[in-house]
């Protein structure tokens, strides 16, 4: 987070000029540190550096044509009047308070080229910026009708390729300038890995039509300008243009430097032409820039290719280590869910198996004290028999016949009662069922329990009897 803050702080420094850290910091921090934002908001202000015509501007931009926004042809001969004569005014007190330099950085070596004063405008741009915040400002120029309005650089350079291409030809006959401030532009110049054609216009100059329509739209130039360079252009009557003839030191015109970004977010100033010339010159001086620079910029544009590529085959190589990763935790959570099933389905078939076991012992248990019960009614049945009488004339002799197709015979007393019969057939192990009736065939009749009390003789059971057991359904 702390290097990209020094990284917006460098690069605000080297583009508005600003050499103060802790001012640049203070105008960050009110946008929030919106680097676009500050540079827009700091480029947008029209306000002129040099309140009325007393005051002069800097050596290094006092022969070259009007003041910020526009001063007007009255302030751009002043300044040429005073720049010819040699006895410039000195600085007024305001701007010896707000100037402050900007370095930039010679090509090739590094070496300082020089500190250039610029006129900074700040306070004007913060009551600029507010009053748009506000609604209070009224809107300039025909970009008040767009729907996404550009930035104030981007509609300074917009309105300059429209003015070059009035002025000197058609649209793609000569140079392509693109149409953002000098920041995008150089930022794109980074991004395509080619070096910044920068052209500082000043039209009141006598020697920039000449040049402009002889050298800059010559389809040699135009053509080797538009395949090496990104271009980029600016009137030195605008905000941008005034300030970036500050920062590059541009004492005659015309005006054209290449430039490139420094590691270190500073401007790298590889060539500096001045002066008319013809297009063969102009061509030969950005052959040569171009020959020097190409193994440097060859070598960037393989080493960002080598950056990414190392850094795609390291997303891969993440991906797949993910997508393994992945894999490997899916298996393992079905390797997982499949033992809790597995140990699931064990615990229930264990349960089941126990409740069996149990049921099959409750049904045993139960059974064998059934069967004991039976067990002890019989031998209680038999001894309510007593013993078996001799034959007699009042003796009963009966037989008895068992669904199993079993028969028993006995001998009762003619005395005795039908539940006697009942009693002698619940002694015997030969009938499971314990609700059964007796009954006989010919004529059938059925001794059920209303007839349990009455004597075998009343029954007309006696002297003798054949019956059978029905078990009841």
């Not at 015979?409 to 019969?421: G, W």
Request: hydrophobic share 40%; aromatic share 8%; proline share 5%.
């Amino acid at each position: 987070m702390a290097e990209g803050l020094e990284n917006k702080l460098a690069y605000f420094q080297a583009i508005t000029g600003l050499d103060d850290p802790d001012l640049c910091t203070e105008i960050l921090s009110a946008h929030n540190w919106d680097l676009e934002l500050a540079i827009s908001d700091f480029t947008s202000s029209s306000i002129n550096p040099y309140p009325n015509s007393s005051s002069s501007a800097p050596a290094a931009v006092g022969g070259f044509g009007d003041g910020v926004g526009g001063g007007g042809p009255n302030l751009a001969e002043s300044s040429l009047a005073r720049h010819d004569s040699g006895e410039p005014d000195p600085p007024g007190l305001a701007w010896k308070l707000i100037t402050l330099p900007l370095y930039v950085v010679s090509g090739g070596i590094g070496l300082i080229t020089g500190a250039v004063g610029l006129g900074v405008w700040i306070a004007g741009g913060i009551v600029s910026r507010s009053l748009n915040l506000l609604g209070l400002a009224a809107p300039r120029g025909p970009e008040a009708d767009r729907l996404v309005p550009l930035s104030a650089s981007a509609a300074e350079a917009a309105e300059f390729v429209a003015a070059f291409e009035r002025d000197f030809g058609a649209a793609g006959a000569g140079v392509r300038f693109v149409v953002e401030g000098f920041m995008d532009a150089l930022q794109r110049s980074q991004r395509e890995y080619k070096l910044l054609f920068v052209y500082l216009h000043s039209p009141d100059h006598p020697d920039v039509p000449a040049f402009c329509s002889g050298c800059l739209c010559s389809a040699p130039v135009a053509a080797f300008v538009n395949e090496n360079f990104v271009a980029w252009g600016g009137s030195i009557r605008r905000t941008e243009g005034f300030k970036m003839s500050n920062s590059l030191k541009a004492f005659r015109f015309p005006f054209c430097a290449v430039v490139v970004p420094s590691t270190n977010q500073r401007i790298v100033l590889l060539q500096q032409i001045e002066g008319p010339m013809s297009s063969e010159e102009m061509l030969a001086i950005l052959q040569r820039v171009v020959e020097e620079c190409t193994q440097s910029l060859v070598a960037a544009r393989l080493e960002a290719e080598e950056r990414r590529n190392n850094q795609r085959l390291r997303e891969e190589q993440d991906a797949a280590y993910r997508a393994a990763l992945e894999a490997d935790q899916a298996r393992e959570r079905q390797r997982k869910e499949e033992q809790e099933r597995l140990e699931r389905e064990a615990a229930e078939a264990e349960r089941k198996r126990k409740e069996e076991e149990e049921t099959r012992e409750r049904a045993a248990c139960e059974a064998a004290e059934k069967e004991a019960a039976l067990a002890r009614r019989r031998q209680e049945k038999a001894m309510s028999l007593g013993v078996e009488p001799e034959k007699g004339l009042d003796v009963t002799q009966v037989l008895v016949r068992f669904p199993s197709g079993e028969r028993k015979e006995r001998k009762f007393h003619s005395s005795a009662t039908v539940s006697s019969l009942y009693d002698y057939v619940d002694s015997l192990d030969c009938l499971k069922a314990e609700k059964y009736t007796m009954v006989s065939n010919f004529p059938r009749i059925s001794y059920g329990p209303e007839k349990h009390s009455l004597t075998l003789k009343e029954a007309g059971l006696h002297p003798q009897a054949s019956l059978f057991v029905e078990v009841d359904s």
